[in-house]
C-alpha cells in the first residue's frame, strides 16, 4: 500500500514545480497548484483503490468509505465553484487559495508536530 501510495504522486507542496516556473520567469508560478492538488487527490484515490482490490481489503467499511466519501465530496463541490467563477476570479481566487494552503500546509506539520512533542525534542 506504502509503494503504491508513494508511487501515486502524493504531493502535499509542490515546491519543485513552482521553483522551475518561477526561475523561467512566470508570472503566477503558483497558477497550477490547484490542479496539481487535485490530479494528487485522483491518483492517491485510484492507488489506494487497486491495492485495495487487490489485497482484498473492504474499502465500503465505514471507517474508510466516510472519509473518502466526504474528501470527494468536498473537492467535488470545490471544483463546481470553481467552474463557476469568471477568468479574473478564478485567476485571483486561485492565487489566494494556493498562497493560504502552502502555508496552511506548514502550520498543520508545525502544530501537528507541538502536539506530538516534537519540536520540544529537536530544539534540546
Request: hydrophobic share 60%.
Amino acid at each position: 500500500m506504502f509503494l503504491a501510495l508513494h508511487a501515486a504522486g502524493l504531493t502535499l507542496i509542490p515546491v519543485s514545480i513552482l521553483a522551475v516556473r518561477a526561475a523561467n520567469g512566470s508570472h503566477n508560478p503558483n497558477e497550477v497548484f490547484i490542479p496539481l492538488m487535485l490530479s494528487t487527490f485522483v491518483c492517491t484515490l485510484t492507488a489506494l483503490l487497486v491495492v485495495s482490490f487487490k489485497q482484498g481489503i473492504n474499502v465500503l467499511q465505514p471507517k474508510l468509505f466516510f472519509p473518502l466519501f466526504g474528501i470527494a465530496s468536498v473537492l467535488a463541490f470545490f471544483i463546481f465553484f470553481l467552474r463557476t467563477l469568471q477568468p479574473f476570479a478564478l485567476q485571483e481566487f486561485s492565487d489566494a487559495f494556493s498562497n493560504g494552503a502552502i502555508l496552511l500546509v506548514f502550520l498543520v506539520i508545525i502544530v501537528g508536530a507541538l502536539y506530538k512533542k516534537l519540536i520540544c525534542l529537536m530544539l534540546l
